[in-house]
């Protein structure tokens, strides 16, 4: 691993002044002074900069801040220089990144279809990758940078905060303990209000936004500002719908105590089973507004239910949560936090939500060469669960999946689902 000391990479950014004036404070809880991590963002956009912020509080630096959109580098370099008291580079350019033997690892915060491609190329110059949720845009591509991880023994944490929470995981130890009874049913869920898209027109794109490569491997298509910030999360060229976006935070959670349970990170379901779609507007979107899967993995079933335009009657009494039903007693977990009703009536244990820095597992793992909470084989696997979701909407009927292949059997309708054509020259690299 290069790493630079504070005084080196202060010079060669003009902040010597700083350094002399004492300005530049270590978090309490950060690395030493001469081995301050060197990342790279890419994509600043949102959940971009609240990661970054919390690995400059942890003591890391970001050297540079990568990104399609010029007006984005400005107020966002702007923004981490103040933060971390200390310039920031900007670029266009994930080559850029790639080049620079400085930087130890990178965040990757660009749309959903481009983690995959990210992430692997990062693994082959030898950096480390914190890439946010979901994982990968395929199933097969999930498997591609696992396998890219392991090849060049890279550090790879995924995006999915919850698993650092204290109180999520003393829920998920308390669910594993069988203090519930056995477990039947698992289920996840989201009330929520979307708002309207509208259909506006396509449009020029705007100056200093390099297109191009924001479509990346996704289809040519004109410029429109539904799929570009944010709402790009809404169409299937670059997003895994609300069940990836919002949904596998849920569903994780609901992995993660199966894992515990089954004492291994691969459990995958037998069959899916549901219904979608879009019942409410009628604007530009395409992923459904309205669904509800059903997962069987032989000892419990899995549920994930989405309402994308109500929150007035939420299910169990909450707008997002997730509840473990067992033979003994059952555990509701919310934002604020988890409760057990036993089956005579008595409520069970409690505990109030509280949080932990996600990046700091994986900034330690940098050192130790360890495998953070939420590696990604970990990511891979809850990410799948949404990919299954995804490709039942999309062929409108139950279907049967491999544990062990990974696949559909013999549904090449189904099959057609595990990967994707990719846009010369925006192609998927070799492992």
Not at 169 to 178: H, L, M, P
Not at 334 to 352: A, H, I, L, N
Request: proline share 5%; charged share 25%.
């Amino acid at each position: 691993m290069t790493l630079e000391t504070r005084r080196t990479f202060m010079k060669k950014a003009g902040f010597s002044a700083i350094a002399a004036a004492g300005l530049v404070n270590l978090n309490p809880r950060a690395l030493g002074a001469n081995e301050r991590v060197l990342l790279a963002l890419v994509g600043a956009q949102n959940r971009g900069m609240q990661v970054a912020e919390d690995a400059i509080e942890q003591g890391a630096i970001i050297k540079t801040l990568c990104d399609i959109d010029l007006k984005i580098i400005r107020e966002k370099s702007e923004k981490i220089a103040a933060l971390q008291k200390q310039a920031v580079q900007g670029t266009q350019k994930f080559e850029d990144v790639l080049n620079d033997k400085e930087i130890d690892a990178v965040i990757l915060a660009t749309p959903d279809h481009w983690h995959a491609i990210h992430t692997i190329q990062a693994c082959q110059v030898g950096k480390d990758v914190y890439v946010e949720k979901p994982l990968c845009h395929t199933i097969y591509e999930g498997q591609q940078m696992v396998a890219a991880a392991r090849k060049y023994k890279r550090v790879v944490q995924v995006g999915t905060q919850r698993r650092s929470m204290p109180f999520l995981q003393s829920a998920v130890e308390y669910v594993a303990s069988g203090k519930l009874g056995r477990i039947c049913l698992m289920k996840a869920w989201m009330c929520q209000v979307r708002g309207d898209l509208g259909n506006p027109p396509d449009e020029p794109v705007p100056d200093g936004v390099d297109y191009d490569t924001w479509l990346g491997p996704a289809p040519k298509r004109p410029f429109n500002k539904l799929r570009f910030h944010y709402n790009w999360r809404f169409f299937w060229d670059y997003c895994n719908s609300e069940q990836g976006n919002q949904g596998i935070h849920m569903l994780d959670l609901c992995m993660w105590a199966m894992q515990k349970i089954r004492n291994k990170v691969r459990v995958l379901p037998t069959s899916v089973s549901g219904h979608g779609g879009i019942y409410w507007l009628k604007d530009a979107k395409e992923v459904p507004d309205t669904q509800v899967v059903t997962y069987d993995f032989g000892d419990w079933m899995l549920t994930w239910e989405l309402h994308s335009f109500q929150h007035h009657a939420p299910l169990e009494g909450v707008g997002t949560g997730i509840a473990f039903h067992g033979s003994d007693g059952s555990l509701l977990l919310t934002r604020d936090g988890w409760k057990v009703m036993f089956k005579d009536g008595k409520e069970g244990p409690s505990e109030r939500s509280s949080k932990d820095s996600h990046i700091r597992p994986f900034l330690d793992c940098m050192k130790t060469r360890g495998l953070p909470n939420c590696d990604v084989e970990v990511g891979r696997i809850s990410t799948l669960i949404c990919h299954l979701g995804n490709i039942q909407y999309h062929v409108g009927r139950d279907l049967r999946f491999d544990p062990e292949t990974e696949t559909f059997g013999d549904d090449k309708e189904a099959n057609t689902y595990l990967t994707k054509e990719y846009r010369e020259p925006f192609v998927l690299p070799e492992v």
